[in-house]
């Protein structure tokens, strides 16, 4: 169906027209897939006679007409007037139809299309058109298949725009204060990257200097760590994200503990990892899917991250490792891995049999602390810190699919997780969950680390702390919330509405809360997340907004802006709702103290 005849049809004339009777009702949402008229079908080659044409014409209209009056007799006058106006229609839909495309029609009555049909004949011949124009072909008339792959393909430029039409009512990245993944680089590294979508980084013989940028981005990484081992023999590796790492991470903790246990003739059976219940989820997927016990250490208000000493009353000889979070999803704080580890030195004193080791999730944190609290100890430079996983794609500043796994020593990897393959040409270690993977991330992340270098990752993180200082001043500001985020930790500003107090200081409820602000600045464009604290704390709502590196001061100006006005709606509605009523009632239903006698009450509907 071409679009220029496309476009003569309403949803009205559709179904009144072209399907009198309504047997072919659609969904008014999709009124580009509903039963079209009888020009939707094209044939190539030499114009039609007038002859032709008109003869055409008049078998469609017949058999319009003829439609119409087999499926109700007794209206014969009225069929006649509607095959009439079809035929009027058809030769009208027929000429622009034409001119458009320069395309002759055929015409042979009504075609009804049904959801995921296959392109029909007319439009196979348009396949390979160079100069075919996307939306007068007749694809656009067909709603792309979602359950079936189609029999026959489409115009690269069809399927390109089928799918850029699904993606319209997606929100914009850069808006989306609730993630931490990269969401802008540069257009060099992007260049990098698409030279790369063809390479898989495992073929080790076939791509060498692939596999020498990933070796060397591990000992960059492992240095930024104070790793102790010589540079050129750190034990790393690249990952899909922070939560095939942190699989590694785990599982390499895990078989430490069973070997240990079996050496000394000790059951294996029932490991348990202590950790806070502010980890993210991919600690509780590890946990469920390697038969890990989890000693969660609770939270409370006031206090969202695990301590030495409660993690100490969760410690026993079946504990594999403990887990301190460098940058919180819930709120961005730092936990004490200081603490951690000198806690760590006392138990494993207490019992020198159980050897329990340290993992920092850095997966926020790995590329902010080494730039913006440098005297900050929390890596290998910490006795009891075995392995670190960091998310490049976070504040390493590559997009999505990056993450890295680094381990204090080659002894802290057990050797039967260590995989050796020849079947790529040469003798080659793996240390991942996944096998094939596209270079192009561990490009990316080479790139990044020569292009800011330590300097330009020092500047990038203070210009992000200070914006998120600004942020968390302009909502201070508004009167309305408390800011939960610590200074120390991932640029972000985590918040929440303050209690609200009535004239007397009474605690009195809000008629809007948390999520209703999320809610109103979507309209806006923001992605402003609201959800609760972690078990222990769920009672606690809050909102957060992550500082990435392409949010300047400017966009961040907007979103203060927007906040307030959120604000400003949802107080006028407070204000003319029913609950806000009822507290104006109940305020004035009050008992009140006279004047003249204290101790007299008097209930009233007005100020004494």
């Not at 979508?197 to 060397?216: A, C, F, G, K, Q």
């Amino acid at each position: 169906m071409f679009g220029a005849t496309r476009s003569l049809f309403t949803l009205d004339t559709m179904l009144t027209d072209s399907d009198p009777s309504g047997a072919f009702a659609c969904d008014p949402l999709f009124v580009t897939a509903v039963s079209l008229p009888a020009c939707s079908r094209i044939t190539r080659g030499d114009k039609p006679s007038s002859t032709n044409t008109s003869e055409s014409l008049r078998d469609s209209s017949s058999m319009a007409m003829k439609a119409t009056s087999a499926d109700s007799p007794s209206a014969d006058a009225a069929n006649a007037s509607t095959g009439s106006a079809q035929a009027a229609h058809l030769v009208n839909d027929k000429c622009i139809a034409e001119h458009a495309s320069g395309l002759p029609l055929n015409l042979e009555g009504i075609r009804t299309l049904s959801f995921g049909d296959d392109a029909p004949d007319e439009l196979r011949d348009l396949e390979h058109a160079s100069g075919m124009h996307v939306f007068s072909a007749g694809y656009d008339v067909y709603a792309l298949p979602k359950h079936h792959m189609p029999r026959r393909g489409m115009p690269a430029a069809v399927a390109a725009q089928g799918i850029t039409d699904l993606r319209q009512l997606d929100h914009n990245p850069r808006l989306n204060m609730a993630s931490f993944v990269t969401t802008w680089m540069e257009p060099e590294v992007t260049a990098l990257m698409q030279d790369c979508l063809n390479v898989n980084i495992v073929d080790m013989d076939e791509y060498p200097s692939t596999t020498d940028i990933h070796n060397r981005c591990v000992s960059m990484l492992a240095q930024l760590y104070n790793c102790p081992t010589p540079l050129d023999k750190a034990v790393g590796s690249g990952t899909v994200g922070s939560s095939e790492a942190i699989m590694l991470a785990g599982l390499a903790m895990k078989k430490k503990w069973q070997a240990r246990r079996k050496a000394a003739g000790l059951p294996a059976d029932k490991p348990n990892m202590v950790m806070s219940y502010a980890v993210q989820v991919c600690w509780e997927k590890f946990c469920r899917y390697w038969d890990v016990a989890e000693a969660y250490v609770p939270v409370e208000e006031g206090r969202y991250g695990i301590t030495p000493e409660l993690a100490r009353q969760k410690i026993d000889e079946n504990t594999i490792g403990v887990v301190g979070i460098l940058g919180s999803t819930y709120n961005g704080e730092f936990e004490d891995i200081q603490g951690l580890n000198d806690m760590l030195e006392e138990v494993n004193k207490e019992h020198p049999d159980w050897q329990v080791p340290l993992h920092v999730d850095a997966a926020s944190g790995g590329f902010i602390a080494p730039f913006s609290f440098p005297d900050l100890a929390w890596d290998f430079r910490l006795k009891w810190v075995k392995s670190i996983n960091v998310s490049g794609h976070k504040y390493g500043l590559v997009y999505p699919g990056m993450g890295w796994v680094l381990w204090r020593e080659p002894g802290d990897v057990p050797e039967d997780m260590v995989f050796h393959l020849n079947y790529l040409g040469s003798d080659q270690a793996s240390i991942t969950l996944n096998f094939s993977r596209g270079a192009a991330n561990v490009v990316a992340q080479y790139y990044q680390l020569l292009r800011l270098g330590r300097d330009g990752y020092t500047s990038v993180m203070a210009n992000l702390a200070t914006i998120a200082r600004s942020l968390a001043d302009g909502i201070l500001a508004t009167g309305e919330f408390e800011v939960l985020s610590k200074p120390h930790g991932v640029p972000l500003v985590a918040f929440r509405l303050k209690q609200k107090m009535d004239e007397d200081g009474n605690e009195v409820e809000r008629g809007y809360d948390e999520y209703d602000v999320s809610d109103r600045l979507k309209e806006h464009g923001w992605v402003l997340p609201a959800y609760t604290m972690a078990p222990n704390a769920r009672h606690v709502k809050l909102l957060r907004a992550v500082i990435r590196v392409d949010h300047s001061m400017t966009l961040i100006e907007k979103l203060v802006g927007h906040i307030r006005d959120a604000l400003a709606v949802l107080h006028l509605h407070e204000a003319s709702s029913e609950a806000g009523f009822l507290a104006r009632q109940r305020k004035l239903l009050q008992p009140h103290r006279h004047d003249s006698n204290p101790n007299l009450q008097v209930k009233t509907t007005s100020q004494c």
